[in-house]
Nanobody, 124 residues
Framework: QVQLVESGGGVVQAGGSLRRSCAASGRTVRNMRIGWFRQAPGKERECVACITWSGDRTYYADSVKGRFTISRDNAKATVYLQMNSLKPEDTAVYYC?????????????????WGQGTQVTVSL
C-alpha cells in the first residue's frame, strides 16, 4: 500500500504563487509515476501535470504550460507542483496521484493511489 500526503494548498490572489507537495510512503516509491490532478465544481477531474520516476519526462496541460512546474525529489519521496501566475480559473481541489508505471498518463483512471485533496482558491 502507498500513502500520499499533500500539503501547501490555500487561498492566493490572482497572479500569486503556491507550492504543493506530495509525500509518498509505504511501499517503495521507485518506478512510480506521479500526477497532479484538479477538479472544479461541475467539471471533470483533469490532469495538470505528471512526471516519470526518473523525472526525465513530464506532461503539462495546455492551460498550465509556462506557469506550473512539476518536480520530484526521490530521496525524500516527494513530488512538488510549483504554481505561478495563478488565475481564478485555477481554483479547484488539487490531488496528487501515483501508479507503478514507466509511461506518462493524463488519465485519472490510470492512477491507483490518491492523496486527500486540498482546495486551492485564487481570488481576484
Amino acid at each position: 500500500q502507498v500513502q500520499l500526503v499533500e500539503s501547501g494548498g490555500g487561498v492566493v490572489q490572482a497572479g500569486g504563487s503556491l507550492r504543493r507537495s506530495c509525500a509518498a510512503s509505504g511501499r517503495t516509491v521507485r518506478n512510480m509515476r506521479i500526477g497532479w490532478f484538479r477538479q472544479a465544481p461541475g467539471k471533470e477531474r483533469e490532469c495538470v501535470a505528471c512526471i516519470t520516476w526518473s523525472g526525465d519526462r513530464t506532461y503539462y496541460a495546455d492551460s498550465v504550460k509556462g506557469r506550473f512546474t512539476i518536480s520530484r525529489d526521490n530521496a525524500k519521496a516527494t513530488v512538488y507542483l510549483q504554481m505561478n501566475s495563478l488565475k481564478p480559473e485555477d481554483t479547484a481541489v488539487y490531488y496528487c496521484a501515483a501508479a507503478y508505471a514507466s509511461y506518462l498518463s493524463d488519465r485519472h483512471t490510470n492512477y491507483d493511489y490518491w492523496g486527500q485533496g486540498t482546495q486551492v482558491t485564487v481570488s481576484l
